[in-house]
């Protein structure tokens, strides 16, 4: 926008509609002309000609001749105290008069619709994102920091104050770092790297606390559930990782064939989805962790024909997972974990990247890549499009939901970080937990 433009607009009224003054019409008059034929010219001249002055009297009259007068008077309609009467009603105002509904009128209205907001709140930049379908780079602590690996470093945002801070970078013959998730506690970060080592660091101390081996190609997917740490590889295995002990690695998932690029547990904890290269969904269950085992999975979805890394858990129904497919399928898919049925399919057109529910509403959010670059706003079950938001200008690989579950945070192959309100506002306030910045005090932006 130039110049002129800002200047023109800084004297209009956004979302205003200006109100003609311009009255052509008969109904919009601003004056009442009485009607002639409706009038009683005859009561009006007695009225005016003294009639309702009452002769002078000196005599008392009767009680019968007083109430004979009053009831003359009521038959002849001689009781108005108005001279000039209008028998007909006057038109109806042009001008809509709104009255206010009451209580029972408004417990009956619908539910206001909710606005979503076409454009981010804010904008952050993100050099050296790498540009790879299969890695999860991104995640939102429910201490609302942000954590996204930028290269070979990882970056922390803290929502509560914007604050940024570098929490480490690796030497090249381990990274690029290929994956971030957070801990449930919100302090702790476990880190996939490049050279198959899993990382634990302590982000209010920004100190490594172990490595976790036991991959043997990049480690692209994590997930936490409980005290157990979750790694999906480039060498087709899922291990679980029990960070309390030495011998950390306490059960292995066997099924997929090639890179593991999407792993979900469920809000239980009873069941692990995982998505693959190898076009495959998987549930398992967390009691077939077991080395020994040859046959795990409780389920093997074939019905995606690119390879999975979207995969969300249901929020308001434990028995369903939606999965996204990749260029060459551009479907999302509703699983039943319990009869491994698929529910719904529907075809986006574009590739799936990413899901996430909405924890308020029954709605699901989908980031997509080529053509557009957008994200979708679906309702569910009918999945009608609520909304399609567009900014980023490639492939938004990566979304990240707030603690309040209301914001959205999405990473994108055009190197930046967004932020979208785009499930709602909190109907209260409800003050989050700052971190202590004694170790960050001294810590630059991110470019």
Known sequence: MDAGSRYNNKFRRPLFTPISHNKTSQENLDRFIPNRSAMDFDYAHY?????KVK???S???SASKEAYTKQLAEIFNM???????FKNKPPPSAERVFKSPSPIQQSKTTKKRRFIPQTAERTLDAPDILDDFYLNLLDWGCSNIVAIALGNSV????ASDGSVTELLSVSDDLGPVTGVSWAPDGRHLALGLNNSHVQLWDSSSSRLLRTLRGHSLRVGSLDWNGHILTTGSMDTMIINNDVRIRSH?????????????GLKWSASGQQLASGGNDNLVHIWSVSTGSPNSTRQWIHRMTDHTAAVKAISWCPFQSNMVASGGGVGDECIKFWNTNTGACLNSVDTGSQVCSLLWNRHERELLSSHGFTDNQLTVWKYPSMTKVAELFGHTSRVLHMAQSPDGYTVATAAADETLRFWNIFGNPEE???VPKRKLEPFFDLAQIR
């Not at 009225?47 to 009639?51: D, R, V």
């Not at 009781?79 to 009467?85: D, F, M, S, Y």
């Not at 690695?249 to 690029?261: A, K, S, W």
């Open 249 to 261: 690695v306490v059960g292995t998932y066997r099924g997929h064939n090639q890179e593991i690029c």
């Open 47 to 51: 009225m005016l000609s003294g009639g």
């Open 79 to 85: 009781n108005r105290t108005r001279i000039l009467a």
């Open 59 to 61: 005599g008392v009259n």
């Open 429 to 431: 306030t409800k003050s």
């Open 155 to 158: 970056y922390l945002w803290d």
């Open 55 to 57: 002769k002078e009297n």
